[in-house]
């Protein structure tokens, strides 16, 4: 009994990782880059003052960005679909 739950328990473990992962690879093409509402050390790629994710100097760095769902940067305060 013990090793019929044992593998019915792994196997539904590998189904519920399999269904998250489509649904990561769907949701991360539903994303877009939004401006000016990172905080400082925060953002998400490049700036024009820096080459990578997580060097931001200050918080609503007007050239980094943060990816966030499609249709809610606008939505947020101070956030902008181009970077500025």
């Known amino acids: 009994m ?20 489509v649904a990561m690879n769907a949701s991360a093409a539903e994303m877009e ?11 998400d790629c490049q700036t024009a003052n820096s080459s990578c994710a997580g060097t931001s100097k ?3 760095q007007k050239d980094a960005f943060v990816l966030v769902p499609t249709g809610s940067c606008e939505k947020l305060v101070g956030g902008n679909l181009e970077s500025a």
């Open 58 to 60: 200050a918080d609503g």
């Open 2 to 21: 013990k090793r019929r739950t044992l593998i019915n328990s792994a196997i539904s473990g590998l189904i519920a990782l399999g269904v998250s992962g």
């Open 33 to 43: 880059k939004c401006y000016g509402v990172a905080k400082a050390g925060k953002n």
